[in-house]
């Protein structure tokens, strides 16, 4: 009797359990659901909340080519990604292995400071941050977008550190009496045994980069320079609210800014996940 109601209890916590999982999928995915459906009706139904068009309008895509710059935003933003992400990777990752593997003074101190600068928000550097790439004369341009991540990021930094405390550091210490330098440790030894937290950060950051709006409102001018978000923020100046109301172009021009996230998403999720189980605490 006992074991028959501790069953029917594990059932049930397993049906509340995948309920609730259910629930929290239909919340995530909807609004997604609903942007594919809205960007292939016409103009008059964009916003009539079913998610089975009554009429297809697929020519809502060719429009959108046609009418906005999106493959030379596209190809800006994989630019100004590719560039931030690879530089934040390989800089934070080796000033977490300097964190991780040297013993010196103040050290946790330090690391303290470093992780200190994440309660600062982005805003407050913002105007001297312009200011600085104005003096040097690269304020209209890319450059600011990613070259900034060539410092680093405490984030990325706090994490690769975890993930190199949890490798043995026996095989740091074999490749020091093999004749490695101390960079050579960290580029023959670290780096390769690092790749799913090299490639997390990497992606984080390329994912972070694709969806920054702020910085290329603040730098960029030029609309041939315009990444994705800077983009679709002029398009919906021009044909949204307070323009020619196309909202057919405005949703379809989303859901092809959204696609190349989804790609990396399905074709990167499995390192993803293997990389933050990777990356522990260990001291």
């Known amino acids: 009797m006992a074991l028959a109601t501790s069953r029917r209890r594990s059932l049930l916590r397993q049906v509340l359990v995948w309920t609730a999982l259910a629930a929290v999928a239909v919340v995530t995915v909807y609004p997604l659901v609903w942007l594919l459906s809205a960007s292939v009706k016409p103009r008059a ?11 297809l309008a697929p020519e809502n895509y060719s429009e959108v080519w046609q009418e906005i710059p999106l493959l030379q935003w596209l190809g800006n933003s994989v630019i100004v990604g590719v560039a931030a992400a690879t530089a934040v990777t390989l800089s934070s990752a080796l000033v977490a292995f300097g964190f991780a593997y040297f013993r010196f003074r103040f050290r946790n101190l330090l690391f303290g400071l470093v992780l200190g600068t994440m309660m600062l928000p982005a805003a407050v550097t913002l105007i001297p941050t312009y200011l600085i790439w104005d003096q040097i004369g690269l304020a209209q341009t890319q450059v600011p977008l990613w070259a900034g991540n060539l410092f680093g990021s ?24 093999d004749g490695c330098g101390y960079f ?8 390769p045994l690092s790749r799913p937290a090299l490639l997390m950060t990497f992606l984080f950051e390329f994912q972070a980069s694709w969806t920054d709006l702020m910085r290329p409102l603040v730098y960029l001018r030029d609309p041939g320079l315009f990444t994705l978000p800077r983009g679709l923020k002029a398009v919906l100046d021009q044909f949204g609210q307070g323009g020619e109301r196309e909202w057919e172009i405005v949703l379809a021009a989303n859901v092809v800014a959204t696609v190349p996230m989804l790609v990396l998403l399905v074709l990167f999720g499995r390192y993803l996940t293997r990389g933050i189980a990777f990356t522990g605490s260990k001291e």
């Open 154 to 177: 405490a984030f990325y930094i706090f994490l690769l550190r975890q993930f190199f405390l949890g490798l043995p550091r026996e095989l740091f210490d074999a490749a020091l009496v």
């Open 184 to 191: 050579g440790v960290f580029r023959k030894v670290a780096l």
């Open 45 to 55: 139904d964009a916003f009539d909340n079913r998610l089975w068009p009554r009429e």
